[in-house]
Structures are given as structure tokens and as C-alpha cells.
């Protein structure tokens, strides 16, 4: 059985949809085991809804809560019982294989850094979410822990990325890009240029060159490296056309009897379509490189988007993407030594 920790307090519609999920993720694989963890009577009252196989949810219960606002620091030092900070411990001490939260990404960060702690060697855990494109899926990463990332930060980044597609989404010998404003080599703002060369020189990884963020939608990449501001200004965009685009489309549909009547013609189409564009189908954003899983989803997670960061927590751990890490630093050490 594999033991997910799941902060119900953490996320906009918590605890509802975060348990509605949670049981969902029960009902699709039995061999989970899910421990929600807060204010044991709000989640025990939650629970009475729905039902689930006997002992494959259990209740952990945490008093606190950490609000979005609050600083995180501050908060992950001083609610030390609060549903995130205890389920953080959970993990620590092995008593869960990965916590899934869509609470305070600050908070996250900094529990994740302090209390999981890294594996050694790993310089700085990115953010790394799946990002859906018109040939599958892409791993942007970062997307929000290191604002001020240097090279060294980077290159691990893409062995840690590209760990990550192979394994867990089964694409092989990933190719690997760059953020950058041209194709050239030669452009690019000091981080760029530095890290280009060593990425070319990077053994491990299938380093493509540079992807200009237009392609970035067109799969032109399946690991796309940059620092956590970049990166966070790629998913928020992604995420603002992609909401805008969907509300035109149907304001059109919607604008005569004419429109209206080819809009039902082609709904089943444009539905299957817009399916395969739907992030929350691939689950959160892993915080990879820390000595457990942690997973964080968005803040507006609904039950779908928290079912499947559960599921995907299953295939992070059965393919041992901590171990296969760890592996990859101790090759890079090693040829460091040899030069």
C-alpha cells in the first residue's frame, strides 16, 4: 500500500473538494491508502457523504489551518499543528510516501525545504508542472520556488526533469530546453548564456538548444527549463489565454440562431478537444529533489484535479523517481572527480 498524506484544509474549497477527491482517488485504485489530515469532526462530517472501502481513509486530525496570506515562514514555524505541518512530519518520519496540499504555495515551499528537507546534493527543489501542448504534455520547470536561480541551479533542473518524464510519463530520452527569447545561442539574458553551454555539455540529458515560449505550446520541448519568475509568468499566461480563448469561443457560439445551431454540431468535437487541454486531468506540480513527495495542486483545485495528484503520487513512488535522483547527483559527482 502506498500512504498519501492529503492536507483537507489546504485549498479555495476545502474541505469539500479536497475529500471529494481524495475518495475518488480511493475508488480507482486499491492500493492506496489516504490519510486526510485536519479538524477531525469538519473531515469526519465531510466523510459521512460518500462511501469508500473501510480503513483505505483514515483521519488525522490537526488543528490548525495555514491561510494563504499568512507568511510562510512565520507559519510553518509557529502552527506546528496544522494540517499541512503535520502531514510535512508524516512524510519526514515515513509514516505517509507524499503529501498532496492545494494550500499556501509559500508554505509548501518553505515545509517542504525544512521539515522533508532535500536530498543531498540537490541545490534547490523546483516546481515542476505538466503543461498540456498539441503533442501531449511538457514539464515546465520551475514554475514557482527559485526566482533567483543560478546555472548550476538549472542544469539540475534538467536531470531532475528529464528523470521525470522518462519515469513517470514514459517519454523517452526527453528532450530538454531552455527559455529564451531567440533560437540563436548567443541571446539571452546573463543566466541564459551561462547555462546554455553547460547544458550542452551535460551528459544525461537530450539538451535540444533554446525554445522561444511560442513554441513552447506546439510541444516544441518535453522538459522546459528555466528560473521560477519565467516560469511562473509561462503558466499564469498559459492559463489566462487558454480561460479567455474558451470564453470567446463560446460567446461566438452563442451570438445567433446560426452560430448556435453549428455550435451543436460541432460540441462533441470542440468538448474532446478541449479535454486534452485540461491541466487538471495531469494532477499537481511535484516539488522535486526533496527526500519525500510533495505535491502541490492549485489553490482552486477542484475533486479531479486532487484525485489525480493522488494517482500520480502512485506512479512517482513505483518508479522510484527519489532513488533514480539520488543516482543521477552520484554520476555527476563522479564525473566532476574524474575531471
Not at 475508488?27 to 480503513?55: A, P, S, T
Not at 545561442?185 to 546554455?196: P, Q, R, S, W, Y
Not at 455550435?263 to 468538448?271: G, S
Request: glycine letters at 12%; a neutral charge; proline letters at 4%.
Amino acid at each position: 500500500m502506498i500512504r498519501i498524506a492529503v492536507d483537507a484544509m489546504g485549498g479555495d474549497y476545502a474541505p469539500g473538494e479536497i475529500i471529494k477527491g481524495a475518495v475518488q482517488a480511493a475508488g480507482r485504485r486499491d492500493d492506496i491508502q489516504i490519510i486526510l489530515i485536519g479538524q477531525e469532526d469538519v473531515v469526519r462530517e465531510e466523510l459521512k457523504k460518500y462511501n469508500f472501502r473501510e480503513g483505505q481513509i483514515t483521519v488525522q486530525n490537526a488543528t490548525e489551518v495555514i491561510a494563504t496570506e499568512e507568511p510562510p515562514v512565520n507559519a510553518i514555524r509557529k502552527k506546528k499543528d496544522s494540517s499541512l505541518v503535520v502531514g510535512m512530519n508524516m512524510v519526514k518520519r515515513g509514516e505517509a510516501d507524499a503529501i498532496v496540499s492545494a494550500g499556501s504555495s509559500g508554505a509548501i515551499l518553505v515545509g517542504g525545504q525544512v521539515i522533508v528537507g532535500r536530498i543531498k546534493g540537490v541545490e534547490r527543489p523546483p516546481l515542476a508542472p505538466l503543461i498540456p501542448t498539441e503533442k501531449g504534455v511538457s514539464l515546465l520547470i520551475d514554475c514557482g520556488a527559485n526566482v533567483d536561480a543560478r546555472p548550476s541551479h538549472l542544469v539540475q533542473f534538467a536531470r531532475m526533469g528529464s528523470i521525470y518524464m522518462e519515469h513517470v510519463v514514459g517519454v523517452k530520452n526527453p528532450r530538454v530546453a531552455i527559455v529564451n527569447i531567440g533560437a540563436e545561442e548567443e541571446k539571452g539574458n546573463a543566466l541564459v548564456k551561462e547555462t546554455f553551454p553547460l547544458l550542452k555539455e551535460c551528459p544525461g540529458i537530450n539538451f535540444i538548444g533554446s525554445i522561444e515560449a511560442r513554441e513552447i505550446p506546439h510541444g516544441g520541448a518535453d522538459v522546459v527549463v528555466c528560473e521560477a519568475f519565467v516560469g511562473n509568468v509561462i503558466l499564469k499566461l498559459y492559463e489566462g489565454v487558454g480561460a479567455t480563448l474558451l470564453s470567446k469561443v463560446k460567446e461566438g457560439m452563442m451570438s445567433s440562431l446560426r452560430s448556435k445551431i453549428g455550435a451543436l454540431l460541432v460540441k462533441p468535437a470542440l468538448k474532446e478537444t478541449l479535454k486534452s487541454f485540461d491541466a487538471s486531468k495531469y494532477g499537481g506540480a511535484p516539488l522535486l529533489g526533496l527526500n519525500g513527495l510533495v505535491v502541490k495542486t492549485h489553490g482552486n483545485s477542484k475533486a479531479t484535479e486532487v484525485c489525480n495528484s493522488i494517482i500520480q503520487c502512485v506512479t512517482f513512488k513505483e518508479q522510484g523517481i527519489n532513488e533514480k535522483i539520488r543516482e543521477s547527483l552520484g554520476r555527476e559527482k563522479t564525473e566532476e572527480g574524474k575531471e
